[in-house]
């Protein structure tokens, strides 16, 4: 059930899939941790098929704060690039919603600033990090219409979010479906 919308020259879709596995996209988004270090879910996942090569990059930048973005190589991963974003603790880091969107907005200008054309997001924060699922898939998908608006020049061509689950696809795929009218 891929849902895909065009925006200001961004392909925008929503697909079920592993966020490890997207040969076709320049860079990824990992669903970290402050430290950058494996763990569970999206990112020990990511560091899993990265190898050990991925954890080391990251100390130099650790600890990174909620809704912060930082940039490494991909190492092992069939992209070049991985972008680190810490997604706020629903109930806890606040306020959630501005750090979420903040996680989105930061690493479209990461990849605009290192002319990234192709980026693959999971659901951030919606995990152990516990956000519902509804909301944050609205928050994401508004601000990155938002910022690919804003940014005109430099946005990536292709912005996917990779979803692990049916529940977690429909969620993204209805907030796509209501905030970019097919053409």
């Given amino acids: 059930m891929t849902v895909q919308r065009a925006i200001a020259g961004t392909t925008l879709e929503c697909i079920k899939g592993d966020i490890t596995r997207q040969p076709d996209m320049v860079a990824i988004v990992n669903a970290a941790n402050?430290?950058?270090?494996?763990?569970?879910?999206?990112?020990?996942?990511?560091?899993?098929?990265?190898?050990p090569g991925l954890e080391q990059e990251g100390r130099r930048f650790a600890p990174i704060k909620p809704g912060q973005a930082v940039l490494t190589g991909a190492y092992a991963l069939p992209n070049q690039f991985v972008i680190h974003c810490l997604g706020p603790v629903y109930g806890r880091d606040e306020p959630a919603d501005e750090l979420l969107a903040a996680c989105y907005r930061n690493a479209l200008r990461l990849a605009a600033e290192h002319h990234i054309a192709s980026v693959a997001f999971p659901a951030i924060s919606t995990g152990a990090?516990?956000?519902?699922?509804?909301?944050?898939?609205?928050?994401?998908?508004?601000?990155?219409?938002?910022?690919?608006?804003?940014?005109?020049?430099?946005?990536p061509t292709r912005i996917r979010f990779v979803l692990f689950d049916d529940r977690a696809e429909r969620a993204f795929a209805h907030a796509l479906e209501n905030l970019v009218p097919a053409t």
Wanted: net charge neutral; glycine share 16%.
């Fill in 34 to 51: 402050a430290q950058l270090r494996t763990g569970g879910g999206v990112a020990g996942a990511i560091h899993a098929a990265a190898g």
């Fill in 129 to 155: 990090f516990g956000y519902p699922l509804q909301p944050a898939a609205e928050i994401a998908i508004r601000t990155v219409v938002e910022t690919v608006r804003e940014m005109k020049e430099g946005a």
